[in-house]
């Protein structure tokens, strides 16, 4: 059974920094992406970014692009979420997702952690 858990979530003002993790485990696919999508309240949830397994290729949203880093640790099966340049726009909950491809559907889901952009 996959599990994803999410930490690092926290208080940070704007153009402050933040690093996300997520440890991955139960898993057997030898292929995956996984990656990052976040969802404020009143709000869809959106991808944020995604890296794949075979070629660590990313993908990122146009509103994080050059401010958010996606990684990935594969000795501990952890992906990070660099966070930079936090705008109160990046408020959310932010979620681990884990799939076949940079899609929500079907996907695998951490339980969530709350990164909130305040002065």
């Known amino acids: 059974q996959v599990q994803l858990v999410e930490s690092g979530g926290g208080l940070v003002h704007p153009g402050g920094s933040l690093r996300l993790s997520c440890v991955a485990s139960g898993f057997s696919y030898d292929y995956y992406v996984i990656g990052w999508f976040r969802q404020a309240p009143g709000n869809e949830r959106e991808r944020v970014a995604c890296i794949s397994s075979g070629d660590d290729s990313t993908v990122y949203s146009d509103s994080v692009k050059g401010r958010f880093t996606i990684s990935r640790d594969k000795t501990k099966n952890t992906v990070y979420l660099q966070m930079t340049s936090v705008q109160a726009e990046d408020t959310a909950a932010y979620y681990c997702?884990?799939?076949?491809?940079?899609?929500?559907?079907?996907?695998?889901w951490g339980q969530g952690t709350q990164v909130t952009v305040s002065s």
């Open positions: 997702m884990m799939n076949v491809y940079c899609y929500p559907y079907g996907a695998h």
